[in-house]
Protein backbone atom coordinates (compact mmCIF):
# COMPACT_ATOMS: atom_id res chain seq x y z
CA UNK A 1 0.00 0.00 0.00
CA UNK A 2 1.58 3.65 -0.91
CA UNK A 3 -0.24 6.84 -0.54
CA UNK A 4 1.60 9.49 -1.98
CA UNK A 5 0.75 13.22 -1.53
CA UNK A 6 2.06 16.30 -3.45
CA UNK A 7 0.55 19.99 -4.60
CA UNK A 8 1.92 21.52 -1.17
CA UNK A 9 3.39 25.13 -1.41
CA UNK A 10 4.16 28.70 -0.46
CA UNK A 11 0.62 30.93 -1.19
CA UNK A 12 -0.16 34.19 0.36
CA UNK A 13 -3.73 34.31 2.47
CA UNK A 14 -6.79 34.29 0.17
CA UNK A 15 -5.20 32.24 -2.02
CA UNK A 16 -5.52 28.52 -3.65
CA UNK A 17 -4.11 25.52 -3.83
CA UNK A 18 -4.43 21.85 -4.80
CA UNK A 19 -3.60 18.60 -3.14
CA UNK A 20 -3.35 15.20 -4.79
CA UNK A 21 -2.94 11.68 -3.06
CA UNK A 22 -1.67 9.21 -5.80
CA UNK A 23 -2.35 5.86 -4.21
CA UNK A 24 -1.89 2.11 -4.95
CA UNK A 25 -1.48 -1.17 -3.56
CA UNK A 26 -5.49 -1.45 -2.73
CA UNK A 27 -8.92 -1.84 -4.19
CA UNK A 28 -9.41 2.26 -4.59
CA UNK A 29 -13.48 1.79 -4.20
CA UNK A 30 -13.23 -0.36 -1.54
CA UNK A 31 -11.62 2.45 0.66
CA UNK A 32 -12.20 5.94 2.59
CA UNK A 33 -9.40 8.46 2.16
CA UNK A 34 -8.89 11.08 4.49
CA UNK A 35 -7.61 14.35 4.78
CA UNK A 36 -5.41 15.24 7.77
CA UNK A 37 -3.31 18.27 8.59
CA UNK A 38 -1.16 18.54 11.32
CA UNK A 39 -0.01 22.38 12.05
CA UNK A 40 3.38 23.42 14.50
CA UNK A 41 2.91 22.53 17.69
CA UNK A 42 -0.58 21.15 17.09
CA UNK A 43 -2.26 17.68 17.19
CA UNK A 44 -3.12 16.12 13.86
CA UNK A 45 -6.29 16.74 12.46
CA UNK A 46 -8.76 15.91 10.28
CA UNK A 47 -9.96 18.14 7.43
CA UNK A 48 -11.84 16.02 5.08
CA UNK A 49 -12.49 12.24 3.88
CA UNK A 50 -14.26 10.70 0.65
CA UNK A 51 -15.91 7.24 0.44
CA UNK A 52 -14.94 5.83 -2.99
CA UNK A 53 -17.64 3.44 -3.11
CA UNK A 54 -20.33 6.39 -2.97
CA UNK A 55 -18.53 9.54 -3.41
CA UNK A 56 -19.63 10.38 0.46
CA UNK A 57 -18.09 13.29 1.73
CA UNK A 58 -17.21 14.69 5.39
CA UNK A 59 -15.54 17.61 6.10
CA UNK A 60 -14.31 19.62 9.36
CA UNK A 61 -16.28 22.45 10.10
CA UNK A 62 -12.98 24.77 9.28
CA UNK A 63 -13.32 23.08 5.70
CA UNK A 64 -16.66 23.58 4.63
CA UNK A 65 -17.21 26.66 2.13
CA UNK A 66 -13.57 26.35 1.24
CA UNK A 67 -12.26 22.67 0.86
CA UNK A 68 -13.43 20.48 -1.55
CA UNK A 69 -12.28 16.60 -1.74
CA UNK A 70 -12.75 14.95 -4.78
CA UNK A 71 -11.31 11.25 -5.97
CA UNK A 72 -10.51 9.80 -9.91
CA UNK A 73 -10.90 6.29 -10.07
CA UNK A 74 -9.36 5.60 -13.32
CA UNK A 75 -5.97 7.26 -11.49
CA UNK A 76 -6.71 6.18 -7.99
CA UNK A 77 -5.83 9.67 -6.80
CA UNK A 78 -8.04 12.05 -4.39
CA UNK A 79 -7.40 15.44 -4.57
CA UNK A 80 -7.90 18.43 -1.95
CA UNK A 81 -8.99 21.65 -3.51
CA UNK A 82 -8.26 24.82 -0.74
CA UNK A 83 -9.32 28.11 -1.64
CA UNK A 84 -9.66 30.81 0.57
CA UNK A 85 -6.68 30.06 2.51
CA UNK A 86 -5.71 31.72 5.73
CA UNK A 87 -2.15 31.55 7.53
CA UNK A 88 -4.17 28.97 10.33
CA UNK A 89 -4.22 26.60 7.27
CA UNK A 90 -0.16 25.66 7.75
CA UNK A 91 0.44 22.89 8.27
CA UNK A 92 1.68 19.55 7.10
CA UNK A 93 -1.35 17.90 5.43
CA UNK A 94 -1.39 13.75 4.84
CA UNK A 95 -3.58 11.75 3.36
CA UNK A 96 -4.93 8.42 4.72
CA UNK A 97 -6.25 4.69 3.72
CA UNK A 98 -9.15 3.27 5.66
CA UNK A 99 -11.72 0.22 3.92
CA UNK A 100 -14.84 2.10 3.70
CA UNK A 101 -17.18 2.56 6.64
CA UNK A 102 -21.02 2.09 5.86
CA UNK A 103 -22.73 5.28 6.01
CA UNK A 104 -24.71 5.53 9.26
CA UNK A 105 -20.62 5.71 10.51
CA UNK A 106 -18.94 7.54 8.64
CA UNK A 107 -19.55 10.96 10.49
CA UNK A 108 -18.32 9.42 13.62
CA UNK A 109 -15.27 8.09 12.64
CA UNK A 110 -13.77 9.93 9.99
CA UNK A 111 -11.93 12.74 11.47
CA UNK A 112 -10.34 9.78 13.94
CA UNK A 113 -6.20 9.52 12.97
CA UNK A 114 -6.37 5.29 14.43
CA UNK A 115 -8.76 4.75 12.25
CA UNK A 116 -6.79 4.60 9.42
CA UNK A 117 -4.40 2.19 8.40
CA UNK A 118 -2.26 3.50 5.44
CA UNK A 119 -0.48 7.34 5.86
CA UNK A 120 1.24 9.08 3.58
CA UNK A 121 4.41 11.07 4.01
CA UNK A 122 2.66 14.22 4.17
CA UNK A 123 3.22 18.13 1.48
CA UNK A 124 4.06 20.97 3.47
CA UNK A 125 1.01 23.97 2.81
CA UNK A 126 2.64 26.92 4.13
CA UNK A 127 0.42 30.57 4.21
CA UNK A 128 1.89 33.73 4.21
CA UNK A 129 -0.12 36.83 5.80
Known amino acids: VQLVESGGGLVQAGGSLRLSCATS????????IGWFRQGPGKEREGVAC????????NYAEFAKGRFTVSSDHRKSAVFLQMSRLVPEDTAVYYC???????????????????????WGQGTQVTVSS
Open 96 to 118: ASVPRWPVELRERLWGRTYEYHD
Open 25 to 32: GFVFADHA
Open 50 to 57: ISNDDGGT
